[in-house]
């Protein structure tokens, strides 16, 4: 009966544990896009990867060759023909680091606009149906030409980045030390029996 009341209480001890570790491994993520955009361009994110799509006036940085900042990481999008100024409609090559990325899952993405002179807004959000895929559209549409656009795009399922190696927080290692000790005095009862 002691030892069945033993296994119940680290067993309990054992799903807390998890209930408050495996949660900080699957937290809400946040993309930062920092962006010099003239006319309008669509912003295109699956899973980890990146793309414009650009309609009117110069495509995002180009002819002031800035990058476009992911996560602070720059960018310089290539294009069909070297010229995306009022292509209407072509797309850059492919951005394959955004770090977290997007989770092949249905969720609901946030925009946070931190700087903007016109209009960002989110026209599509991850589904199944677009195979997962967010599209954020910049319309700088002022003359007078281009200007920095920077947003966050806060979303709840992140796809882990390949170089990401998870870390415990201090309540996820205070809670691995009690089930070390917790383990470590199991397995001393256990010896002590099996000699004994």
Same mark, same amino acid.
């Given at each position: 009966m002691k030892s069945f009341l033993s296994r119940g209480v680290a067993l309990t001890i054992l799903v807390v544990a998890l209930l408050i570790i495996l949660p900080n491994y699957v937290q809400a *993520?946040? #993309?930062?896009?920092? *962006?010099f955009i003239d006319g309008r361009s669509q912003l295109i994110i699956k899973g980890n990867t990146a793309q414009w799509e650009h309609f009117d006036a110069n495509g995002p940085g180009y002819? +002031?060759? =800035? @990058?476009? =900042? #992911?996560? &602070?990481? $720059?960018?310089? /999008?290539?294009? /069909? $023909? &070297? +010229?995306?100024? +009022?292509?209407? $409609?072509?797309?850059? !090559?492919?951005? /394959? *680091?955004?770090? @977290? !990325?997007?989770?092949?899952v249905t969720q609901t993405v946030t925009l946070n606009i931190i700087q903007a002179r016109e209009s960002v807004t989110i026209i599509q959000q991850p589904a199944l149906a677009n195979n997962y895929t967010l599209i954020v559209q910049f319309n700088d549409i002022v003359t007078g030409g281009a200007d920095w656009y920077i947003i966050e795009l806060d979303f709840p399922d992140a796809n882990l980045c390949v170089s990401s190696v998870p870390t415990m927080t201090e309540w996820g290692m205070i809670v691995f030390a009690v089930l070390a000790g917790l383990g470590s005095v199991y397995y001393l009862r256990r010896q002590k029996r099996v000699t004994s």
């Open positions: *993520a946040t #993309i930062r896009v920092e *962006a002819d +002031d060759h =800035y @990058p476009t =900042y #992911i996560n &602070g990481v $720059g960018w310089f /999008p290539t294009w /069909p $023909g &070297g +010229d995306p100024s +009022d292509c209407h $409609g072509c797309f850059s !090559g492919v951005f /394959p *680091a955004v770090c @977290p !990325g997007l989770s092949a």
